[in-house]
């Protein structure tokens, strides 16, 4: 792959691109974090598991020879977990351990596995996060743009006495700039991701929209109709509290709007609903959640697709398509 010079590459890679950085499993950010870091000078191979789906792709992004996963970690002197969470552990024990040259930075764009002690790095190995805060086209597009990324970085273990420097040069590679680096600890990112994500990003934000929706339709409004009202402005309205904050939102709206949010907002989402996230979240904090999701399995997985499947409304889709356009 040939090395981009793009208006956002902040990286200054010089002490590290002498390190070969093994990037395990080829999905949503190990594709963006292998196109990235290429692309601002450092030498990335892949590891993907056999019988990979990601192969062809792989190879067509330039990255050869494709390497098994322990093939891949011989080689290099860090280590970038790019595939689910709930698979490290295994991964780790069957494909990486085994394979660590010592001194070998573990890379984790997660912090769960570590903090919840599903992976248990052996001595002698930094171990760092840097958790870009987008999925992984994102990272790759905000890359080939003169935006910034932002994202968490953090040391868990500091063997060299440089895995924080690694840790900022790894995310200036990415596409990080300094101002939008948030140093953290390794149970914040943790448990901040996971309550995020469950209580407000994805479950609590489509509970919301599903029920807003069912409301209308159940009162006789067409499905896409109703999509309009629930669902279709909730961009516009993110941007303008990502700019303005949310009292800022407010003043942008109309009257009828600030009067509607003021008498309804608090009635809707209620103490009751804080006192829900209060369970939810010393669910995720004593590692009960990551227990569970440490032992998904094919069966496990088909189920939570059903579970999902239940969460959805095939009218709301159907909607979300016809508008996406
Ligand atoms: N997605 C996000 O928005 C996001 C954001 C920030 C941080 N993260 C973190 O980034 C990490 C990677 O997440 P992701 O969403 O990028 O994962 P992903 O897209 O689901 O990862 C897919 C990759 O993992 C490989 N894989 C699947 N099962 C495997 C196994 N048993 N052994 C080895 N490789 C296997 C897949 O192999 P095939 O090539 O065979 O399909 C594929 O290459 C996680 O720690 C996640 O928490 C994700």
């Not at 093939?71 to 069957?94: E, G, Q, T, Y």
């Not at 273990?157 to 895995?163: D, I, T, V």
Request: proline content about 4%.
């Amino acid at each position: 792959m040939v090395a981009l010079q793009k208006g956002n590459s902040t990286a200054s890679p010089k002490q590290l691109t002498d390190k070969v950085i093994a990037v395990i499993g080829y999905g949503s950010q190990g594709r963006a974090v292998a196109q990235n870091l290429c692309d601002s000078g450092y030498s990335v191979i892949i590891g993907l598991r056999a019988g990979s789906k990601s192969r062809a792709r792989v190879q067509k992004d330039g990255f050869a020879p494709i390497l098994s996963i322990p093939a891949a970690v011989r080689k290099a002197k860090i280590v970038c977990f790019a595939f689910p969470d709930h698979l490290h552990s295994r991964v780790f024990k069957r494909s990486i351990k085994p394979f660590l040259k010592c001194q070998t930075t573990l890379w984790f764009l997660h912090a769960s596995s570590i903090h919840f002690g599903l992976v248990k790095p052996p001595k002698g190995c930094d171990v760092i996060l840097v958790a870009p805060h987008a999925p992984g086209d994102a990272v790759r597009e905000i890359y080939l743009t003169d935006r910034s990324l932002s994202a968490f970085y953090g040391v868990f273990r500091n063997h060299s006495k440089q895995a924080g420097y690694t840790a900022r040069q790894l995310a200036a590679a990415l596409g990080v700039k300094r101002q939008n680096l948030i140093k953290t600890t390794f149970e914040r990112e943790a448990v901040g991701d996971l309550f995020g994500e469950q209580a407000v990003l994805c479950g609590g934000l489509a509970m919301l929209i599903k029920h807003g929706f069912d409301t209308l339709v159940d009162h006789g409004w067409k499905p896409e109709n109703a999509y309009l009202e629930v669902a279709y402005q909730l961009d516009l309205i993110v941007a303008l509290i990502k700019k303005h904050g949310i009292s800022g939102m407010f003043a942008r709206i109309s009257p009828a709007a600030r009067l509607g949010s003021v008498e309804a907002g608090p009635k809707i989402i209620d103490q009751s609903v804080r006192e829900r996230m209060e369970e939810q979240f010393e669910r995720i904090r004593s590692g009960a959640f990551a227990a569970k999701f440490e032992l998904l399995d094919d069966q496990a997985l088909a189920s939570l697709k059903r579970a999902l499947r239940k969460l959805t409304d095939s009218r709301f889709e159907k909607a979300a398509r016809k508008f996406s356009r």
